[in-house]
């Protein structure tokens, strides 16, 4: 599977799906693409991973830098669609203690609304 | 039958990838289950990453080792560089949630690698290298 990006927004939520694999190679390339999203486009957000295969520290390390950036501004950042593997690091890494997890898209819309 | 490989790459961020994948190919005569993948492919990539970026300091010179065994569905890989070593082992070994949450780069690897692996040894000298040592027990779902 190609190594790629792409969003979609709904309502006010800007859905970011990443496919393939994020690791050092791509994570600089995805935060720089994700900054300038972030900077130009309003409302909160949700990284749908359901088409990611692989993870690494890297792609943590970018999750808690976009959360950081949206977090200054008073946006969330909620997450679905990771795998098992990635599921247990994110858990291990103590994300979801900042940013919370939804099993489905719908769930995140949800959620992030209140 | 005791199975063995080596190779070794430069330190350039690119080679995690390439590592990755020969490790996959390495494995894959036992038949992992893709979770087993995922994760012999993160123990990789964490260590890898850590010899390239903290090791070396991504320079392009310096030469990455890595070697592996698998003896009874057990593997063992080794991931060895050649450079500035580990000044504090035990803070390296620390998931330190309040300094991961303000840098971009999360610096989880070792704790990723412990987690996932069945053991992991480190041996590291300032200024001689580090050598990371890894085993897992994979299951062997050949039948017959």
Do not use: W
């Not at chain 1, 950042?77 to 940013?99: A, C, D, P, R, W």
């Not at chain 2, 993948?37 to 990455?64: D, F, L, R």
């Not at chain 2, 070593?85 to 035990?90: P, R």
């Amino acid at each position: 599977m190609e190594n790629k990006m792409n969003y979609e927004t709904n309502h006010d939520h800007i859905i970011v799906k990443f496919y393939g694999e994020i690791d050092c190679v791509n994570a600089p390339y995805y935060r720089h693409q994700l900054s300038h999203l972030f900077e130009e486009k309003e409302g909160n957000v949700v990284f749908d991973f359901s088409n990611t295969t692989f993870i690494d520290s890297s792609g943590i390390g970018l999750v808690i830098g976009r959360y950081n950036q949206l977090k200054f501004d008073n946006r969330t950042l909620s997450l679905t669609g990771l795998n098992k593997v990635s599921y247990h690091l994110f858990e291990l890494t103590g994300l979801f203690q900042i940013m919370p997890y939804y099993s489905t898209i719908n769930e995140a819309l949800q959620g992030g609304k209140e | 039958m005791k199975q063995t490989m080596e190779v070794t790459f430069n330190a350039v961020i690119e080679n995690e990838n390439f590592a990755r994948s020969v490790i996959a190919a390495f494995i894959t005569r036992l038949d992992p289950t893709i979770d087993e993948m995922v994760e012999v492919k993160t123990i990789v990539a964490e260590a890898v990453s850590n010899a390239i970026i903290h090791g070396y300091e991504k320079n392009p010179e310096c030469q990455v080792v890595m070697r592996a065994t698998i003896e009874d569905g057990l593997l063992t890989i080794i991931v060895q560089d050649y450079g500035k070593g580990i000044e504090d082992l035990s803070k390296a070994k620390v998931p330190f949630f309040s300094s991961l949450a303000s840098l971009e780069h999360a610096g989880m690897g070792i704790p990723i690698i412990e987690s996932l692996a069945d053991s992991l040894d480190i041996i590291s000298e300032v200024n001689i290298g580090t050598k990371l040592i890894m085993t897992k027990q994979l299951e062997d779902h050949h039948i017959g």
